[in-house]
């Protein structure tokens, strides 16, 4: 064990990395020391050109000052507060902030503390709410091939990402999947929603057919599926999938932990496509990624079916230690004030034709398959190397950030997400920058 003024240099191995290649890592680590709105700045003292805000989660940019300050101010004052059958003030406020910036369908807020965590209690609430309503036969969660929905077993089990769920046993039972949408083939190159693939959303027709409406909870989906390589829905799919849904009386629940808080222009995807399901989940930009922090959106009618029986009754058996948590609440109210104060939503909207061509100018570079892009989001799809899938995009990933742009990879597709506060000459930096990256690779 390491004692008091032990001065051995800083050594990387007791950290366990999550979703890193850690060997390859800790032999030429790549540390971020400070950061300002679009800057990082490394360890070596460089300025690395943030493309996609931290982890799609600071979208006001960084190291802002009022949440700094309301982050500061709120740990002096009230640092914890117990989250059952005990409240403070700011919990209520920001819910009472984030339904009054979502969707108006969307009345209540419940909270997590991250991404994997909204998914699940968006999982458990579906199932309850049926049983509390007396159809506890719907059990069956349906998710989508290629989904990604977190890292705790609901959410891989309704996700669709190989080896996030072969490592782990037969996760959930009851969980059947939908399609994907990719369609390269006739959507490649599409700028926004892809003219092909409304007629997916019918396999889940065949689902209800082979398991029963009545014994469907819910179906789950990224509106655009942001993880598995930015996938936009085709033109009517998100609406098919609705009818469908409320035809057969399924819950709709629309993963937004990505999509959320200005991505696409809008507050939340589902008001973006005029589209609405029964619950939304959210974390990353709720809190601008600062402090960790989820929720789950919905609506009165899910609320309500809950709020019978003896009013000293608990209604939900479900929360967490840190549910609401002062400082998280703090950070929150002080993100969406950021984002009204500076119109960052409306801003993203504004940048998203100057994004999508800059992005769609890279089409001639050499590997490129297929580009997409949406609101201030974008992704460009490279060949993979024969045999070595992954290996040229992680290879442009290392370029970009010698090059002083932070680019995310996931299989042979870059991922781009900026801060919406990106101005124009940084989208020209990054896409010029990434030019010479593709140029240069093998
Ligand atoms: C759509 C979606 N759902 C859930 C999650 C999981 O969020 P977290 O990493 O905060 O648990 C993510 C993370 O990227 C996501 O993109």
Redesign the pocket.
Known sequence: MAMDGDTRPNDLSAFWMPFTSNRQFKKNPRMFVSADRMHYTTADGRQVLDGTAG??CCNAGHNRPKIVEAIQKQAAELDYAPAFQMGHPKAFELATKLVEMAPEPFTHAFYTN??????ETALKIALAYHRVRGEGTRTRLIGRER??????FG?ISVGGIVNNRKFFGSLLTGVDHLPHTHLPAVNSFTKGQPEHGVELADELERIVALHGAETIAAVIV?PM???TGVLMPPKGYLERLRAITEKHGILLIF?????GFGRLGSSFAAEHFGVMPDMI?C??GLTNGVI?M?AVLATSDIHDAFMQGPEEAIELFHGYTYSGNPIAAAAGLATLETYREEGLFERAAGLASYWGDGLHSLRDCPHVIDIRNMGLIGAIELEPIAGAPTKRAFSAFLKAYEKGILVRTTGDIIAMSPPLIIEKEHIDTLFGTLREVLNEIQ
């Open positions: 982890l799609w991250s991404g994997s965590e909204a998914v989904g990604y929905h977190g890292v705790n959410g990224e599926a942001g993880s993963d937004e932990v990505i999509t989940t974390a990353k960790p989820g």
